[in-house]
């Protein structure tokens, strides 16, 4: 017997023209999905600005000493940017991960965020799959995980692949902030997994720790959470394998280029 899979997969995609401007007014006929190179049919599609969650992680490591000041600043600069029904939980990651303030429409730092000290080792891969488990459970189908980090490695139990397979599944698009000092002392590795978490996912990899260029990348990133469209289909391939499927996004308009997840590990059993 088959199982017909009823699995929706979400897309929020986001759609640039040449100057790096949002392109709106697209209509569903202009996006063609295919899964693994079959085209599939696109089931719902929307364009309005709708509410969207994000789960703001801050790394608190040992490495992140001298930078935790920045941290802080830069996670409310990118609260400040939200609208008054997008909502917000803030997590700290070191050796744990905790959650410092649930979703919630608050645009201020919980007191606790203040009183953090770092301690040593960096769980990063356990923040983002404890952040995409719990953006998984929210009603709002656009999801964010901004990652304020060195991205420095060593101490979660999951893997990188596992975290990133978490937040593909729930449909959560990381945007990747490299807290660490630019230059030549810069740790190349930890940048690379920052930049493979939000490429795979759709998301934006920033290269700026500070200053007007971080204020700059924030209210691009906010803007561009609330122009996306979203676009949802039931996959023809109804095998629960467990295996990769890799997603390709099409739009029907020329000089215009689409950002969205690269594909999904489908479900097993």
Known sequence: ???????????????????????????????????????????????????????????????????????????????????????????????????????????????????????????????????????????????????????????SRASAGKALDHALQSAATIYAVNMSPDGPGRDMSAAGILKNFAEKSGGRYVDSPGGQALRDAFAEIAAELGHQYTVTYRPTNHARDGKWRAIDLKVSRADVTARTRKGYKAPKG
């Open 1 to 155: 017997m088959v199982r017909v899979s009823t699995d929706l997969v979400v897309l929020n995609v986001t759609v640039i023209d040449k100057n790096g401007q949002f392109v709106t007014g697209l209509k569903r006929g202009d996006f063609h999905v295919f899964e693994d190179g079959v085209e599939q049919k696109v089931a719902t599609f929307t364009a309005e600005e709708t509410p969207f969650a994000a789960a703001i992680l801050l790394d608190t490591s040992g490495s992140m000493e001298s930078r935790l000041t920045l941290g802080r600043s830069a996670a409310i600069r990118f609260l400040d940017g939200l609208r008054d029904e997008d909502v917000a939980a803030v997590y700290n990651f070191d050796n744990k991960v905790e959650q410092l303030q649930d979703f919630s429409p608050g645009r201020d730092l919980p007191d606790r965020a203040f009183r953090l000290q770092s301690k040593m080792m960096t769980s990063l891969n356990d923040a983002v799959l404890r952040a995409a488990d719990d953006l998984g459970k929210r009603e709002e189908k656009r999801r964010a995980i901004v990652v304020l980090s060195d991205g420095g490695e060593n101490y």
